[in-house]
């Protein structure tokens, strides 16, 4: 975690999101379950000063209740203390589900309705967006998948409509700057048209046509 936040802050990339703990990894072993609550809580109580001077912040998405009060209690804190930093922004997603968060925006819209706050007709996508946990953010540009994996585990499923995707065999605890400098290589080579037409193709095969 360290080094991708490290590298992301170096080249200046504004939001990066870790998907640390699903909703769906409460069903691990218990052992394995408190193996990473262990490394994470230890993860929050040794890297506020680092961010502190990175002028980094630090967001949490996710069902966070159900998180072990010694992570929340850290949790807390390290949000809490980068609150104000403005150079980079960390959200760090815990205890969390693509379809549980659909499902709670789901759900807010129809509270606002109920209660007169919001009209059936303004029910848009900035409606939806705007409810979801990662409403303050921007859709993101990039997924990075490692492990070999090749799915995306009920991770941002309404955010990624137009994420350009990148799968890497190289396991998460081995992912490093070198790593990520080469995924960011990659995606720096797409070609992103967000369903649209690029010109210059129209225009070739317009002048093909004729």
């Excluded at 360290?2 to 699903?22: C, D, H, K, Q």
């Excluded at 909703?23 to 000063?49: A, C, D, I």
């Amino acid at each position: 975690m360290r080094a991708v936040v490290e590298a992301a802050r170096e080249i200046g990339i504004p939001y990066l999101t870790l998907f640390v703990f699903s909703n769906e990894n409460w069903q691990r072993p218990g052992t394995e379950v408190r193996f990473l609550m262990e490394l994470f809580h230890r993860y929050l109580s040794t890297e506020t000063k680092r961010l502190m001077k990175r002028d980094i912040k630090v967001v949490a998405l996710g069902d966070l209740e159900r998180l072990p009060t010694p992570v929340r209690r850290a949790l807390d804190s390290i949000v809490t203390a980068t609150a104000g930093n403005r150079s980079m922004t960390v959200a760090l997603a815990l205890s969390y589900g693509g379809r549980q968060d659909v499902t709670i925006a789901a759900r807010r819209i129809a509270e606002d309705i109920a209660a007169g706050r919001l009209r059936p007709e303004e029910v848009d996508e900035q409606a939806v967006a705007s409810r979801l946990a990662s409403g303050d953010m921007p859709d993101p540009d990039l997924l990075i998948r490692t492990s070999g994996e090749l799915r995306i585990s009920n991770f941002f499923l309404y955010q990624l409509a137009y994420t350009e995707l990148y799968f890497t065999n190289t396991l998460w605890p081995d992912f490093r700057e070198r790593e990520f400098l080469h995924a960011l290589a990659a995606y720096q080579l797409r070609e992103r048209r967000f369903g649209t037409v690029d010109p210059g193709a129209a225009n070739h095969r317009l002048r093909a046509a004729n």
